[in-house]
């Protein structure tokens, strides 16, 4: 299935908030080290909204739309730990419905638990994600909700870098996606010289080699 962007004109008003809160970050010149290795000219960290009561409430109600558009039939929400959990509930509270969210993995103690809260099979869930990459731990989360036998309808996620790579995933695993906003948007509201938007639009084709 094709990542798909919501509403091109409100993926612009997300890009900008984020950039405002400095959720997002670009350093093109000075770029950061991911976990994996990879050099990156951006940052993203969606937490960081929460602590901004104005850009928590648009990025709530843009998620918001969202469901009730892509998911109208949804009984659901499933946070992706750790980011998705509370952008989950927020939206879970505003459309009235039940949450969880899903581990990277069981607990080691206790009920050893890899889903919080109350599971029910056959229930119709969308997966809540505040960032996608190439997707393979939002795919994860989905793969441990159809074990436990819930009706995943689709994901949803506030940013993506637009990956290939992220693209190929979703369509072998055939779970839909929807975004609010992403990497080739974040570029087309910025203010680059022709060299700068060049190198950045580079990264997102080979992240992987970019600047190694």
């Not at 409100?10 to 809160?21: E, P």
């Not at 039940?98 to 103690?109: A, E, L, M």
């Not at 229930?123 to 939002?138: I, N, P």
């Not at 060049?198 to 992987?208: F, G, H, K, S, V």
Request: hydrophobic share 45%; glycine share 6%; proline share 4%.
């Amino acid at each position: 299935m094709k990542i798909t962007l919501f509403d091109s004109e409100l993926s612009k008003k997300i890009a900008q908030c984020l950039l405002d809160v400095a959720a997002i970050k670009l350093q093109p010149t000075d770029p950061f080290t991911w976990a994996s290795g990879w050099k990156s000219p951006i940052y993203c960290d969606n937490r960081v909204s929460l602590s901004f009561p104005q850009a928590r409430i648009v990025i709530k109600n843009a998620l918001v739309r969202l469901i009730q558009s892509q998911y109208p039939e949804a009984e659901a929400i499933a946070g992706v730990a750790t980011a998705g959990i509370p952008q989950g509930a927020l939206v879970a509270e505003a459309l009235d419905l039940p949450f969880i969210y899903v581990r990277s993995k069981s607990k080691g103690h206790g009920l050893a638990n890899q889903i919080e809260g109350k599971v029910v099979k056959g229930q119709k869930v969308v997966v809540l994600e505040d960032l996608v990459s190439t997707g393979g731990s939002s795919l994860a989360a989905v793969d441990a909700l159809n074990e436990a036998g819930v009706d995943v309808l689709g994901m949803t996620a506030i940013f993506t870098y637009a990956f290939a790579k992220a693209e190929e995933n979703f369509s072998e695993k055939n779970v839909k996606l929807v975004v609010l906003s992403d990497y080739p948007t974040l570029l087309s509201i910025s203010d680059f010289d022709e060299e700068t938007r060049e190198l950045l639009t580079a990264w997102r084709t080979a992240p992987d080699t970019w600047k190694q």
